[in-house]
């Protein structure tokens, strides 16, 4: 059985008790995020269950304290569009156990994406190289470089 066969989607809670590993994808403000990653930590049927974060930017560390279990979470950062790129990021927290890394390393795989693994820092590595290279772009057209 191929493993996106066995992904789901659900807008309860509750659903999340059949999981051995959570991704969960609310628009990036902090309040929301909040909100849902505590209920999804309530509601797990253990304690190695996996949260993975899907976020560009937020930082990792910050957001494991809404977790019950900070070891096993993690920020994943799908490129897009996600069907079509490759590339997943990585980001550890302070207190993200190796296994979790490695777990999630290997879905990661497993789901065809090549994996990089990121800091903790702001904009982790995409939007670290993206927002200047914008800001370059700006500046070109600013200047008459190009149309």
Request: net charge negative; with cysteine.
């Amino acid at each position: 059985m191929c493993i996106r066969d066995r992904c789901t989607q659900s807008l309860k809670f509750e659903d999340v008790r059949q999981c051995d590993f959570v991704i969960e994808a609310v628009s990036e403000e902090y309040q929301v995020k909040n909100k849902v990653l505590r209920k999804i930590s309530e509601n797990l049927k253990h304690n190695d269950v996996i949260i993975a974060t899907a976020t560009s930017a937020l930082p990792i560390t910050k957001l494991a304290k809404y977790v019950k279990q900070p070891e096993t979470f993690i920020g994943l950062h799908f490129y897009h569009p996600v069907a079509i790129v490759n590339v997943v990021e990585i980001i550890e927290g302070m207190q993200t156990s190796e296994q979790t890394v490695n777990t999630t390393e290997q879905l990661a795989f497993t789901l065809g994406k090549d994996v990089i693994d990121s800091k903790d820092y702001p904009g982790f590595l995409a939007n670290r190289i993206l927002v200047p290279y914008i800001n370059e772009a700006i500046w070109a057209l600013y200047q008459g470089v190009a149309s």
